[in-house]
């Protein structure tokens, strides 16, 4: 059996019986989607970096304490990054701007430069429509179509009830629609 085929939680057993292997299939099967989320949120890439690199050796450090409670790893993941994104920004004394253009890797190969100046267009409309919705909202909406969560690990990353990130997925979008049409 290849490690592809293996489940997130058979590896985190193997890892937390001391199998390095087992933990650098974890690595590898998460660091890209964790390193984009944390690029979203911060906006500079060498930070971006740091921080990924400091969520990997909290995990590490972390894994014993793991106990599976029907959400996959990666929704452990995702609070652990959000945690050490939080007190990122309570040691530098508040959050910066972040272009949400930043973390998409997106090719530009084949396109027409007219193609490429109208997605910066939407991407920047995007970004300042954003950045008017609550902390939090924006924070749901991120995670669920920026990242891809689905609601349960959405829920479970933020420590919130699936119903209130229904809510607040709901209102976001709401507002998101509105601050659309004004920008």
């Not at 660091?31 to 995990?59: C, I, K, N």
């Not at 309570?90 to 272009?99: L, M, S």
């Amino acid at each position: 059996m290849q490690a592809i085929d293996i489940d997130d939680n058979v590896l985190v057993k193997k890892a937390q019986g001391g199998n390095v292997d087992a933990i650098g299939e974890l690595y590898d099967r998460h660091h890209a989607q964790m390193f984009r989320y944390v690029w979203s949120r911060v906006g500079e890439r060498p930070l971006a970096e740091d921080l990924t690199g400091e969520l990997f050796t909290r995990m590490v450090s972390n894994l014993a304490s793991y106990r599976e409670q029907n959400v996959p790893f990666r929704a452990w993941l995702y609070r652990i990054a959000r945690n050490l994104i939080t007190d990122h920004y309570r040691k530098e004394g508040g959050k910066r701007t972040v272009p949400l253009t930043a973390a998409a890797d997106v090719p530009v190969n084949g396109r027409g430069p007219a193609a490429v100046v109208e997605q910066k267009i939407t991407m920047d409309a995007i970004e300042m429509a954003l950045h008017q919705l609550d902390p939090v909202q924006r924070e749901v909406v991120l995670l669920r179509f920026v990242v891809g969560l689905p609601l349960h690990e959405v829920a479970h990353a933020m420590d919130k009830s699936v119903a209130a990130v229904k809510s607040l997925q709901h209102r976001g979008l709401k507002a998101l629609r509105v601050a659309l049409q004004t920008v």
